[in-house]
Nanobody, 122 residues
Framework: QVQLMEYGGGLVQAGGSLRLSCAAS????????MGWYRQATGNQRELVAQ???????YYADSVKGRFTISRDNAKNTVYLQMNSLRPEDTAVYYC????????????????WGQGTQVTVSS
């Protein structure tokens, strides 16, 4: 069994920064593509940023220039650096990843992290 473990999040004032990280719980599985999603109360879950195995990135318009997604393949971890945070960034943030088996590269499945709360006060 493998899980995506999320770290970071918390309470920050507007204009502040936070860094989220997400890693597979077992190093027998590598992250292929990972996305960070968020869901605010009463809203649908939305894709915030994504990074592919080749390092290509995508950002939602609402976070461009403020958020940066990156990956450390050696640590099998993906990060979301969030700067210039705004109250409207308040949400539960989830990581979602496609995993592959490290020993033969076979696709293993799509997984979600447990979610971490980010609250930005005005």
């Amino acid at each position: 069994q493998v899980q995506l473990m999320e770290y970071g999040g918390g309470l920050v004032q507007a204009g502040g920064s936070l860094r989220l990280s997400c890693a597979a719980s077992r190093n027998r599985f590598s992250i292929v593509t990972m996305g960070w999603y968020r869901q605010a109360t009463g809203n649908q879950r939305e894709l915030v940023a994504q990074v592919t195995s080749g390092g290509s990135t995508y950002y939602a318009d609402s976070v461009k220039g403020r958020f940066t997604i990156s990956r450390d393949n050696a640590k099998n971890t993906v990060y979301l650096q969030m700067n210039s945070l705004r109250p409207e960034d308040t949400a539960v943030y989830y990581c979602n990843a496609d995993l592959k088996r490290t020993w033969d590269g076979a696709y293993f499945g799509n997984y979600w992290g447990q979610g971490t709360q980010v609250t930005v006060s005005s």
